[in-house]
């Protein structure tokens, strides 16, 4: 079965950085894009950023452009982001999917329509 487990959340002051991972297994990795999304108290889950092997493609945020990067290493089936200068709107449960094989496809589904999510890590960012 396909599993993903995120890992690597917790709490940093504003400013500073946190590296989140996540960790999949029962998938072909490299056929699958993944997606980082977050969820806020009250707020709806948006997606933060996607990685493609696929098309060779990443999409970031408006929100995190230029502080966030997401990366991959196949030869670990792991996707990575790394998160600089975060800032209290940062907080959030940071949750990772993998579905469809491109991140258009992905977001384009949304995220109520997703399948494959781990359970997520909360990053808290004080001020």
């Known amino acids: 079965e396909v599993q993903l487990v995120e890992s690597g959340g917790g709490l940093v002051q504003a400013g500073g950085s946190l590296r989140l991972s996540c960790a999949t297994s029962?998938?072909?990795?490299?056929?699958?894009?993944i997606a980082w999304f977050r969820q806020a108290p009250g707020k709806e889950r948006e997606e933060v950023s996607c990685?493609?092997?696929?098309?060779?493609?990443?999409t970031y945020a408006d929100s995190v452009k230029g502080r966030f990067t997401i990366s991959s290493d196949s030869a670990k089936n792991t996707v990575y982001l790394q998160m600089n200068s975060l800032r209290p709107e940062d907080t959030a449960v940071y949750y990772c999917?993998?579905?469809?094989?491109?991140?258009?496809?992905?977001?384009?589904?949304?995220?109520?329509?997703?399948?494959?999510w781990g359970q997520g890590t909360l990053v808290t960012v004080s001020s």
């Open positions: 999917v993998a579905d469809g094989m491109t991140c258009t496809e992905l977001t384009d589904l949304g995220y109520r329509y997703l399948k494959n």
């Open positions: 990685i493609s092997d696929f098309d060779g493609s990443t």
């Open positions: 029962g998938l072909t990795f490299d056929d699958y894009a």
